[in-house]
């Protein structure tokens, strides 16, 4: 893989790359607490299928910049990176592929700029206004996405998430997978990029940006008709997700005008890890 630093959206981006230039470009987005790393199994497979693959560490993230400040993780802010990297590839209209918070931006991106998608494959996260809707009015969301209300506490979730060499990160990603869905080796990588300055911070932004846009807007959006996806949409999603309800994903793939899911009834939150072989193939079909 090639890396290299990206400017845009005035702050600078690690992206990695690797396949042929010439083949159509396929941009993947991480989630919460991933970096590009997480896409280990899907670049070789994209790559072996011709695709020109294209990995960001997003803001905040492991080598990227982390901006100071709530406001500077704002979703439609993160989405304005994501343009950025098009442009800077000189991509007219890209694939995009999101797991977690990566899927919340690619969702972003395909409402507010279809004309700037050809495709859109999502990875275990609702359509937005059905995740507003769910944290509204079903209790049992609620209580999945406790960790959220939690990650709003300035300082001190740093200091837990930093102690013991992120003893409590490293729960967090390996208790919510299955048994050997991270490797000690894994681990070892994610911490590194943990431990980068600010990154912590940076982390929790995402989650604290959300929380503060959510709380303005979230009763107003309720109040209007959910917002469609015109862009051909693929959902991928691990039924035995511990953040995520699975009855979140028929409301979500209902507002896409072409759109289809697969369900993996085995499969964690970390379905790319967890069915590699089988998300690969349904990734390469629906791409090309």
């Known amino acids: 893989m090639r890396s290299q630093i990206v400017r845009t959206n005035n702050i600078n981006l690690h992206v990695v790359t690797d396949g042929p230039e010439s083949g159509p470009s396929v941009l993947l987005l991480h989630g919460f607490p991933e970096f590009h790393y997480g896409w280990r199994k899907q670049i ?62 690619a969702w972003t991106v395909a409402i507010h700029h279809p004309e700037r998608l050809e495709k859109l494959a999502i990875l275990n996260d609702p359509h937005p206004d059905v995740m507003t809707r769910f944290i509204l009015t079903n209790p049992a969301q609620r209580r999945k996405s406790w960790y959220v209300f939690f990650f709003q506490i300035p300082w001190l979730v740093e200091w837990i998430l930093r102690r013991r060499n992120h003893s409590y990160l ?15 080796t894994d681990v070892m990588k994610y911490k590194k990029a943990w431990s980068q300055k600010s990154a912590l911070a940076g982390m929790l932004f995402w989650y604290r940006a959300a929380f ?6 979230a009763f107003r959006r ?11 949409t693929l959902m991928l999603w691990g039924r035995r997700d511990v953040a995520l309800s699975v009855d979140m994903l028929q409301p979500s793939i209902e507002l896409c005008d072409q759109g289809r899911f697969v369900l993996f009834d085995r499969a964690t939150h970390w379905v790319q890890h967890d069915e590699a072989d089988e998300v690969n193939r349904h990734l390469i079909e629906f791409l090309r």
């Open 44 to 105: 070789p497979a994209l790559v072996g299928a011709g695709f020109h693959v294209i990995v960001p560490d997003q803001r905040g993230y492991n080598l990227s910049d982390k901006p100071r400040g709530v406001s500077a993780y704002r979703v439609d802010t993160l989405a304005q990176d994501v343009l950025g990297l098009f442009d800077h590839f000189e991509i007219r209209q890209a694939r995009l592929v999101g797991h977690d918070w990566g899927a919340m931006v």
């Open 212 to 217: 503060r846009s959510g709380l303005r807007h």
């Open 222 to 232: 309720t109040a209007l008709p959910a917002r469609r996806v015109k862009v051909p």
């Open 170 to 184: 490293e729960r967090v990603l390996t208790r919510s997978g299955r048994k050997h869905t991270f490797h000690e």
